[in-house]
């Protein structure tokens, strides 16, 4: 059939194509106006029993991302940071705590944050002791990924309370919500910190993300957050065993202000600050109690 004899049987039912025509249409504009379905949204892209990257913490998102670095060297070229390391028989626990664990329970419950601080000074040999102590922490692939800035310079100390009090002034006009303010109210606490430039020492610890090997390598820290953490918890019995007290601060918004005032570098972000020294005369806590171990242990 030729395509004049084509044309004449459009026309001749036309009548008979329209409506297919117009289905055919409303069928493409309908497609392109549909809204998506959450249901779809909702559907895993990745392989079955992989992880999305948003659902993981930042350390999984870290030895997730080192993977994928791996992934770009030759694996014959691979050493470990830790190579050559010796084993040796564990003969097991050889100092323990004097008077056992209800001894340390009664020493670690008398520990309260202090924010008011007495000028009289503290032996440096027993602040350096405790921070040794807190290097004895565990840590992911033995990286000791934590860096410990003390500091007792009065100069230092005054920039450093101007860093933090201006911030903190923003924090609690600004940035806190209502509920956060109205719930520490009770506590006494707003964006004037005397402790910073009053405490004889402050202790700001920096996690490190990574480190430089001896042969030139970048050293990875894996879990380097919840290695400095425990290192900050020993440290805090630290303290109250040498009867100094502290108080664990995160100043919000000044990490990077502070890590350059004291010229770390890039690879460290700062975790907490602690004031340490001896309460003042006339210092003040709030009667708070704590839950019982009832409500905080679960038995299988």
Known sequence: MDLLGQKNIIIEYWQFFLPLVTIGISLILLN????????????????????????????????????????????????????????????????????????????????RSVRKYSKRPVDWKLVEKCIHSAGTGPSGAHTEPWTFCVISDSEIKQQIREIIENEEYTNYAQRMSRQWTTDLQPLRTNYVKEYLTDAPYLVLVFKQAYSMREDGKKKQHYYNEISTAISVGILLCAFQSAGLNSLVTTPLNCGPALRNLLQRPASEKLLVLLPVGYAADDCEIPDLHRKPVEEILVKY
């Not at 028989?89 to 329970?105: A, C, D, Q, R, S």
Request: negative net charge; proline residues 10%.
């Open 32 to 111: 392109l106006n549909r809204k998506p379905d959450p249901r779809e949204s909702s559907k895993p892209t990745s392989k079955p029993g992989a992880r999305e990257e948003r659902d993981l913490d930042p350390s999984e998102i870290e030895s997730q991302k080192s993977a994928r670095e791996d992934s770009n060297y030759d694996e014959d070229a691979l050493t470990a940071a830790l190579e050559g390391v010796a084993h040796k028989p564990y003969p097991g626990i050889k100092v323990t705590f004097p008077g056992g664990v209800e001894k340390f329970y009664e020493m670690v419950n008398d520990r």
